[in-house]
């Protein structure tokens, strides 16, 4: 089941625990000392690829050119 998955996401496969490590070690550290109320997204570059398949037009609204 986790291949099919895999096949959606551009990294080619599901995220492991180990994915999360370096933004969790990063955030942990005094380099993300100035950082508040950020969203961090590792997943393999999902949720982009997925933006870029969604019209920025709701679907109510039609074109007029």
Request: charged share 15%.
């Amino acid at each position: 089941a986790h291949q099919g998955i895999g096949r959606l996401v551009p990294a080619g496969r599901i995220g492991l625990p180990e994915d999360m490590a370096g933004a969790v070690a990063w955030l942990l550290g005094p380099e993300s000392s100035y950082v508040t109320g950020q969203n961090i997204v590792v997943d393999g570059g999902y949720l982009g690829s997925v933006q870029a398949h969604v019209s920025s037009r709701p679907p109510w609204i039609r074109k007029t050119d």
